[in-house]
Nanobody
């Protein structure tokens, strides 16, 4: 049984930082591209970032470039999203996802496995 479990969300002031983790089990983690998506209240879920299976290539939506950094530790079967200089518009539920896809894959339908999400709230 595949499980992706996110953690690290919370409430932070604008300009602050959070580090999200996504612990994976039940899959060959090092074979999968890992992605982070988010869904803000009243909006559709959107792509945030992805990292390829080996961790050597990453891809970001323009709105988070320079502020959010995706990484992974294949020995620990865990993906991360370091979030700096947070803005109120970053408030959303953040989901991690795994797929046998290219690192520039932004469509959520291409990712096979999903976590339950973790809430990030940025206050102004």
């Amino acid at each position: 049984q595949v499980q992706l479990v996110e953690s690290g969300g919370g409430l932070v002031q604008a300009g602050g930082s959070l580090r999200l983790s996504c612990a994976a089990s039940g899959l060959a983690f090092s074979r999968y591209t890992m992605g982070w998506f988010r869904q803000a209240p009243g909006k559709e879920r959107e792509f945030v970032a992805a990292i390829n299976s080996g961790g050597g290539s990453a891809y970001y939506v323009d709105s988070v470039k320079g502020r959010l950094t995706i990484s992974r530790d294949n020995a620990e079967n865990t993906a991360y999203l370091q979030m700096n200089s947070l803005k109120p518009e970053d408030t959303a539920v953040y989901y991690c996802a795994a797929g046998l896809v290219g690192v520039t894959s932004t469509l959520e339908t291409l990712y096979r496995y999903w976590g339950q999400g973790t809430q990030v709230t940025v206050s102004s």
